[in-house]
């Protein structure tokens, strides 16, 4: 069965009340290098989308997405917020008038986010950020189109990145500043991914 728009609104209410649930831990982890407030754009987010839902019925998954980057960009102009109205907007504009989509497409959409994310936010591959978790993702979901197993497979990607990141110094971002402090942490950016991640096991 393909992603449907039902599906997707079900995984997003997931997605909202999982970062509702990660904000004390993520606004602790922010405050270690950056301005500590990570949890609460995450939440102002969730709330945003949570009213997208609850506005009207979406015939397509582009309007639906489309709905959650209009409210994400009216909630938070951080510059994490800025990055998840990039990319509901990005998913908005490649699936508008697709009332599906089919789970093997599914890594194509998450590079275009990636792509999107990067060119914005100019960060790249190895900088230690959510990118990388978002990459190590759609590389292990690549030729499988049975959803527990791209489940599970990025699942582990995700944490071996994390684990391997750890080691790592930020190298963009207001944590650059604290290079060799961030030495050993693990960042915030990429934990939030785990957290959305470990949200949509039932979609």
Not at 77 to 90: C, E, K, R
């Amino acid at each position: 069965m393909p992603i449907t728009v039902d599906a997707t609104s079900h995984a997003l209410r997931r997605w909202a009340d999982a970062m509702d649930h990660a904000a004390p831990e993520l606004n602790r982890l922010d405050g270690q290098l950056g301005d500590g407030d990570l949890g609460v754009t995450l939440v102002k987010s969730a709330a945003a989308v949570r009213n997208a839902l609850d506005a009207g019925q979406y015939i397509d998954l582009g309007q639906l997405f489309k709905a959650c980057a209009m409210g994400c960009a009216r909630a938070s102009g951080s510059s994490f917020g800025t990055l998840l109205t990039l990319t509901f907007m990005t998913l908005a504009k490649r699936l508008d008038g697709h009332a599906t989509l089919e789970w093997d497409a599914l890594p194509a959409e998450l590079q275009a986010a990636l792509d999107a994310m990067s060119q914005r936010g100019g960060a790249k591959l190895g900088d230690k950020t959510v990118l990388d978790t978002l990459d190590a993702a759609l590389k292990a979901i690549e030729g499988s189109s049975d959803p527990k197993v791209q489940h599970a497979a990025a699942s582990a990607a995700v944490d071996a990145t994390i684990e391997h990141f750890r080691t790592q110094p930020n190298r963009i971002g207001r944590a650059r500043m604290f290079a060799q402090k961030s030495i050993g942490l693990d960042d915030p950016g990429m934990i939030a991914f785990r957290y959305m991640l470990a949200s949509l096991a039932d979609a």
